[in-house]
């Protein structure tokens, strides 16, 4: 046993990736706090929810418009700097909205303005940060790389949303924006501290001046994406599971929840679900299996459970388990995913692939959003809620029904040591 919890801590071991995993776990947890302090800075300013989607939405949209070109970008350059620039850049503009929400100056369109910078720079340091990974660690202990730091993320948003309230409810939403912003600065800090190792192997498309354009990169990027059927699948898949899951958890969640249970419940029901969470990734530290992979898409199925528990029998026993099953089930997808790609996809084209995936994620979360609504109107809330788990298990067969899904095989590490010095801090 104790050789498995020395293997699942590996990665800490190796510099780079303890600064990669603080500088994420200080953004983790400043951007959990933010989401909770804006939406009571707007409601203070206009009391309108009309007003607050407008400001929310606005980076939604930014941020996928701008996720591509992201992609490209951190496939040309170094990935750490992009991080480092990216992180001053939401710093300033967080900075920026507390001041004039703490001034007493916030109006809705500068609001709007910012929130869509902060959304683009967000986009522009993404698939960086998620594809840097191959760079500091060996691939023996990446699968546990990824594990930990789906944890320090999980764990950070734990602490981050109640401290959000805490602080809003304390001394203003403007001072937990502040917080978010020194939370970038610090980041920012831990990124620039970050040395890539000189063993490790190239990831960028151009170390030296851009052969390509932009619109070439994105192209050979998609390239990359549509020619393995396991990546489109899978993608293709959980934008159904997203849509199913957005609209269900965070519309009509809440509307059964005043309904049946209470809203006080409905917090214990979405804390279980993030303790399932933080146990499966512990869990997947220690996994070893030739197909990761359909592992990972079996245990989504696991999702069905909270939307056909809330739309059929919205007990809270039943609910609490039904949660901390598919925050256990999500997990073991997440760390196979990450991992599955970073095996399997080329580290110079990695950036623009994740970049194509987080789009096809992110844009089918507002429309399960917007679509919950009137299709519960229309059909019934129940009737909704078990169709989406319906949605959910019917995307999950069609993923397990692909070959490719199937038998894509996971290289099973031989050794925690790399073949050449991956612990050197040389600047790359």
């Known amino acids: 046993m104790s050789l498995q919890r020395t293997r699942a801590f590996a990665p800490l071991r190796y510099a780079p990736f303890r600064f990669l995993l603080a500088g994420r776990t200080i953004n983790s947890l400043g951007n959990a706090i933010a989401p909770v302090a804006l939406a009571f800075a707007v409601l203070d300013l206009t009391g309108s929810p009309s007003d607050l989607g407008l400001v929310v939405g606005a980076r939604m949209l930014v941020n996928v418009v701008f996720l591509l070109f992201g992609g490209a970008l951190a496939d040309r350059m170094p990935k750490h700097h992009l991080m480092v620039g990216s992180s001053i850049a939401a710093a300033v503009t967080q900075g920026a909205v507390a001041a004039l929400v703490l001034s007493d100056t916030a109006t809705i369109p500068l609001l709007v303005a910012l929130s869509a910078v902060n959304g683009m720079v967000s986009a522009l340091a993404l ?3 998620s594809s840097i990974l191959p760079q500091l660690l060996p691939a023996a202990v990446r699968q546990q790389g990824i594990a930990l730091s789906r944890l320090s993320f999980t764990g950070a948003y734990i602490v981050g949303a109640p401290l959000g309230g805490v602080i809003v409810a304390g001394v203003g939403p403007g001072w937990g924006i502040a917080v978010d912003a020194v939370a970038f600065l610090l980041s920012a800090v831990a990124f620039a501290l970050l040395r890539i190792p000189a063993t490790a192997a190239p990831a960028t498309a151009a170390a030296g001046p851009g052969r390509t354009g932009i619109i070439t990169d994105l192209r050979v990027g998609w390239g990359e994406f549509r020619s393995r059927t396991w990546l489109w699948v899978v993608v293709t898949g959980f ?11 965070s ?13 006080r419940a409905w917090g214990f029901v979405l804390a279980a679900q993030t303790v399932g969470m933080m146990v499966g990734a512990l869990v997947a ?8 992979l359909l592992f990972g898409v079996v245990c989504t199925a696991f999702e069905v459970l909270p939307m056909l528990t809330l739309g059929v029998l919205p007990h809270l026993g039943l609910l609490l388990a039904a949660a901390f099953l598919a ?9 196979a995913w990450e991992t599955s790609m970073q095996e399997h996809v080329p580290a110079d084209k990695l950036a623009r692939v994740y970049s194509y995936d987080m789009v096809g994620s992110f844009v089918a979360i507002p429309i399960g959003q917007v679509a919950a609504g009137p299709i519960a109107q229309a059909v019934g809330v129940e009737k909704t809620l078990v169709g989406a788990a319906a949605l959910i298990g019917l995307a999950v067969v069609g993923m397990l029904a692909s070959r490719d899904v199937r038998n894509l095989r996971h290289r099973l590490p031989t050794s925690t040591e790399p073949a050449g010095a991956a612990m050197e801090e040389s600047t790359r």
């Open 127 to 129: 698939p960086a940060s």
């Open 251 to 263: 519309i009509l969640g809440p509307v059964v929840a005043d309904a049946t249970f209470g809203r």
């Open 285 to 292: 530290m220690r996994l070893t299996m030739s197909r990761l």
């Open 239 to 249: 934008a159904l599971i997203n849509a199913a899951l957005s609209g269900g958890l």
């Open 327 to 335: 925050g256990l089930g999500i997990e073991q997808f997440a760390v």
